[in-house]
């Protein structure tokens, strides 16, 4: 790739994140003290499972525990049935995202991995990480039905919250509570 390209595509990704910061404040009505204590809700729909979950989890200025319950099991590995208990960090991303593309319900592709089901689609793919963030519950995989997932990304990215992988062909995100990157 000429040089020029490189420099082209830095810059656009920053035009980028600004303009997704513009959106996400206009999108978030409130200052960060109000945040803080703001109800959070989301809408989950498990596309293995066709499990949901529409509600709040976070309210009074703290993670309701049950409700954190509830989406760890919803989120669990679909192939072995392990639960494990997610970051809970992670749905704050989901509901930013939701605020700044609309409120909608996301399709989850792919949640909570064990050790096993990781190391099986491993085998498969060379896009799955060794050390993926999924088997930690720290990422998940995610749509939403009538929004473009490059908008989905472009929200994501604007938060600076961790890492955002954007999957064009697949027609999904990845969101995750590590190192802020992008791919």
């Known amino acids: 790739m000429p040089f020029g390209s490189e420099c ?28 803080a204590a703001a109800p959070r809700s989301i809408s989950l729909y498990h596309t293995h499972t ?19 319950a509830e989406l760890s099991h919803l989120l669990r590995d679909f192939r072995t049935g392990d639960v494990r208990e997610f970051d809970a960090r992670l749905f704050d991303t989901l509901h930013a995202v939701n605020l700044a593309c609309g409120e909608g319900t996301y399709e989850v592709v792919s949640a909570f991995r064990s050790e096993r089901t990781n190391q099986m689609l491993r085998m498969q793919s060379k896009r799955v990480a060794r050390d993926s963030l999924h088997v930690s519950g720290r990422a998940i995989d995610v749509r939403m039905s009538g929004r473009e997932t490059r908008r989905l990304r472009d929200a994501a990215l604007a938060l600076q919250q961790g890492g955002v992988g954007y999957y064009a062909r697949s027609n999904f995100v990845h969101l995750d509570t590590g190192p802020v990157r992008t791919w």
Request: no cysteine; hydrophobic share 50%.
């Open 8 to 35: 082209h595509n830095a810059a656009r990704r920053g035009v980028l994140r600004v303009f997704g910061w513009a959106a996400l404040s206009l999108a978030l009505p409130f200052a960060p003290a109000a945040w």
């Open 50 to 68: 066709s499990e949901r979950f529409e509600g709040v989890y976070f309210e009074g200025g703290e993670y309701l525990p049950d409700a954190v």
